[in-house]
């Protein structure tokens, strides 16, 4: 080869490759969130023989009858299908408004689809990732490929989905209008299903309704088809705008694509407020960008610990699925492992009683471990944390301020040990102290400006006499955890709070599974079965009005759960409780019993579940899956 040539060669290549880098960083950047959409998939091996189907479904006064094929000529109807066409209803969680279903399916293939977006600004982008992950959802139906070599009934399946008002705020308020209509038309040959909405929230709802009313019927045409309900009209507003979800990733560490799961799990039932309860005195798993310390002394190894683009990134997953993530950090108890290095940084002690022994003296469980409030550098790193914790969340309305289980006992032995000055004859005001620094430190922290909303678990602090003295309640909501007939709930209320009701004895998801520990009481068992999630209404049961209520938010508490069994722990209970929030159905309060319809759309909603790639535990056993009100 020639000089000239192998130069010429030479600068072919380098703008070859100059191109390529272009075109890879456009692609990349064109769509920097689709990485994070999960796809599921379900299909079954083809290659495995398997025996003829054996079941019909028959709808007989609105309920569907499996019966044995008999016969080769019989029209037989899969249970999808019968469910769907039969006169129930099988979204969940129940619009609250008026809803019409047609009694016809179309069948149509994915490839049909067409999104259009009526929408300004960022809403406009936002549908854009609503629309992949709605078509995900569609995806994650179907069984069989080869479906898409058989004929439709439609032509195009149009959805149009237009965010009305122009707000430009694109993050979930309380106030948010989460309200949505829908209907589904059958006109010329195509589908057309048009959802309308205030908010991107709401549009994102109606898309998520919409693609319940889609299903797999395997026995359409040689192997299955997509259909989808030929006419429809859904009216639906929430009852409340927070219905929220809690787990804790400190006693245990749960892998982002096990949290990922969690969030859809939530879009799928329409719950909004993801909680994630990040440290605890065992471990401080989320490498804050301002102090680092508290994960590199604090988690269990440096493979469980959350980065902040993971944290970000897990934040923007979430809230293209209607979902606010709030980040806690308990203090100033709930807190030892990971905040041991203050001495070494010339800060003082930042904790006290840490892993202190015999436990039950200092703590609930252990290990123990407290801030210490007499150190003023403790409040200089609060107010570090949330920063980096408004700043990862992007949440500026709600605020976790923590406040769970202070042990009065611990200070004051830390006290008597280091000879300090305590002034306080009673260590409630120096927690109550406490808070009120932490909370100047938030508003610092925010740029001055007051989060109006601040969550505190409900402790002695917040009830009388010092509820009134330390917590304002124009600020503070209290997440009341007590068993639900406790006089906190109404108490708070009389006084004047906000309640985020969370009661013990129906909505902690991680109770009822033995002890862990020798030693202490097993507060926590039984079990909460689906029903009793479900049945829970505290504003009902206690006679208190519904407006004191900011919602409800079901928790989950890790000291025996990791990400192997998390999904069975939370689902289907955590979409029992979403109904509950969403439609906050009545109930008779004397029988308590619930209807068949209720039954039968969980169980369904929980194989929605199974097919967009959780793994939910059973709710009974399949045959009566298989036999819609033969098991009540
Ligand atoms: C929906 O998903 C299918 C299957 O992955 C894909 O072929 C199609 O392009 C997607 N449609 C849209 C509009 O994104
Ligand atoms: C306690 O009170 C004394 C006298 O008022 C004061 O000098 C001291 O700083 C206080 N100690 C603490 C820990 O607040």
Redesign the pocket.
């Known amino acids: 080869m020639k000089q000239g040539e192998l130069r010429r060669a030479l600068i072919v290549v380098t703008g070859l490759c100059f191109f390529l880098f272009v075109y890879l960083y456009w692609q990349q950047s064109s769509r920097p969130l689709h990485a994070l959409i999960l796809t599921y998939r379900h299909v079954y091996s083809s290659t495995r023989e398997s025996l003829p189907p054996q079941w019909t479904w028959q709808c007989v006064n609105q309920r569907c009858e499996r019966h044995q094929i008999t016969g080769g000529n019989v029209k037989i109807t899969s249970q999808s299908t019968c469910g769907m066409l039969c006169g129930t209803m099988q979204l969940w969680p129940l619009p609250t408004g008026p809803v019409t279903l047609g009694s016809k399916a179309l069948v149509f293939h994915q490839s049909q689809l067409q999104f259009e977006a009526v929408a300004s600004g960022e809403a406009k982008e936002m549908l854009e990732e609503a629309f992949v992950a709605f078509n995900d959802s569609i995806l994650s139906l179907v069984r069989d490929d080869n479906y898409l070599n058989e004929k439709t009934d439609i032509l195009r399946f149009v959805v149009r989905v237009s965010v009305t008002r122009n707000d430009p705020t694109t993050r979930l308020k309380l106030n948010t209008d989460e309200g949505y209509t829908l209907t589904v038309k059958f006109k010329n040959g195509d589908v057309l299903a048009e959802v309308g909405a205030r908010s991107y929230f709401g549009a994102r709802h109606g898309l998520e309704t919409l693609s319940q009313l889609i299903w797999w019927d395997e026995y359409e045409g040689s192997v299955g088809s997509l259909k989808v309900l030929k006419g429809a009209t859904v009216q639906d507003a929430p009852a409340f705008p927070y219905r929220g979800l809690m787990v804790d990733t400190a006693r245990n560490f749960m892998s982002i694509e096990s949290l990922k799961r969690v969030l859809v799990g939530m879009s799928a039932s329409k719950l909004n407020v993801f909680h994630w309860h990040l440290s605890d005195s065992q471990s401080f798993p989320m490498l804050l960008p301002s102090v680092p310390q508290l994960a590199k002394t604090g988690s269990y190894s440096p493979q469980e610990v959350y980065t902040p683009d993971e944290v970000k990134a897990l934040v923007e997953f979430a809230r293209y699925r209607g979902i606010r993530t709030i980040l806690e950090v308990d203090v100033p108890a709930h807190a030892g492992n990971g905040w041991t290095w203050g001495p070494q940084e010339g800060l003082g002690e930042l904790a006290v009683c840490v892993n202190e022994r015999p436990w039950s003296l200092y703590c609930g469980e252990p290990p123990c471990g407290q801030l210490n409030p007499?150190n003023p550098n403790v409040y200089d790193v609060l107010e570090k944390v949330y920063r980096d914790l408004l700043d990862l969340s992007g949440e500026r309305e709600i605020f976790h301020l923590g406040g769970d289980e202070v042990n009065l006992e611990c200070w004051a032995q830390h006290f008597q040990k280091s000879n300090?000055?305590?002034?306080h004859s009673d260590l409630h005001d120096l927690w109550g102290e406490f808070t009120g620094k932490a909370l100047a430190r938030l508003q610092k922290a925010n740029g001055g400006f007051k989060i109006p909303n601040v969550i505190i678990w409900s402790s002695k602090l917040s009830k009388r006499p010092y509820v009134t003295k330390y917590l304002d309640k124009n600020q503070i909501t209290v997440q009341s955890w007590g068993a639900s007939q406790w006089t906190d709930t109404p108490e708070l209320v009389a006084d004047g709070y906000k309640v985020l009701a969370s009661h013990v004895d129906a909505w902690y998801l991680d109770c009822g599974f033995g002890r862990w520990r020798e030693t202490g009481e097993a507060a926590c068992d039984p079990y909460r079965p689906w029903q009793t999630v479900y049945n829970h209404q505290p504003w009902h049961q206690l006679r208190l009005s519904k407006k004191s209520f900011l919602g409800g938010e079901v928790c989950l508490w890790t000291e025996q759960v990791n990400e192997w069994n998390l999904d069975s722990r939370l689902w289907p209970r955590a979409a029992a409780f979403a109904e509950r929030m969403w439609t906050d159905p009545s109930q008779d309060t004397t029988t308590y019993s619930i209807h068949e319809d209720v039954y039968t759309r969980l169980s369904v909603h929980r194989e929605r579940l199974i097919s967009r790639g959780l793994k939910p535990e059973a709710m009974w056993p399949t045959w009566c899956s298989q036999n819609p009100g033969m098991c009540l």
């Open positions: 007499e300090a000055n305590n002034n």
